[in-house]
């Protein structure tokens, strides 16, 4: 019986000897996670991709305006992400009344500095939408009301912006929103 005993005590690496390498098992496995990846990955692409905004949205997430055209005391209606978008040139007169405001009488207090792009404070960039609830502002073309503050009136409730268009009277919460821009040239400026 010793014998069987240490017969059987002196071969037990061949059937499960690691000290070989990889096992045959542990090659399976990895091979198995490895092929689980690449398909999961082959899976989860087009779905994050699909996610990527289209061509036609990436068209309209800037607007370039050529602003060489507005005289002092005008402004022109665009169109930024299918809403209407307000640049005016402020004149100097203008400039002076608003720089004139003080912020403590402001509902939402902004200097006109704060609005616009420094070496620019003759050009005022806004979107054309009141911020009560939505409706688009007149004042922007030529001849439309302005307001008693001379900027922007909105027909819908009544609310009433200065020139930098600044809520100064009315139901409107806040300023009408200066979009992200900048100036590439004296004369045009790329919204978005």
């Not at 037990?12 to 000290?19: L, N, Q, V």
């Not at 068209?59 to 370039?64: F, H, I, K, M, V």
């Not at 608003?98 to 912020?103: G, K």
């Not at 960039?125 to 001379?150: D, I, Q, R, S, Y």
């Amino acid at each position: 019986m010793a014998e069987a005993t240490g017969a059987a005590t002196a071969e037990p690496h061949e059937a499960g000897d690691t000290s070989d390498g990889v096992r045959r098992r542990d090659f399976i496995n990895i091979a198995a996670l490895s092929a689980a990846g690449v398909g999961g990955a082959a899976v989860i692409f087009p779905l994050v991709s699909q996610m990527a905004p289209s061509a036609d949205v990436l068209a309209e997430s800037t607007t370039e305006v050529d602003v060489s055209a507005i005289q002092p005391g005008q402004a022109i209606k665009a169109v930024f992400r299918k809403q209407p978008l307000f640049v005016r040139r402020l004149t100097p007169q203008e400039i002076e009344e608003a720089n004139a405001v003080p912020l403590g009488s402001l509902r939402d207090p902004q200097t006109l500095e704060e609005r616009t792009k420094s070496g620019h404070v003759d050009m005022l960039v806004t979107m054309g939408v009141c911020t009560h609830l939505g409706c688009v502002p007149l004042g922007a073309a030529e001849g439309e009301n302005k307001g008693e503050f001379g900027g922007y009136f909105c027909p819908c409730h009544g609310s009433q912006f200065d020139t930098a268009a600044r809520i100064r009277k009315g139901p409107a919460p806040k300023n009408l929103v200066v979009p992200d821009y900048e100036f590439t040239s004296d004369t045009t400026i790329v919204v978005g």
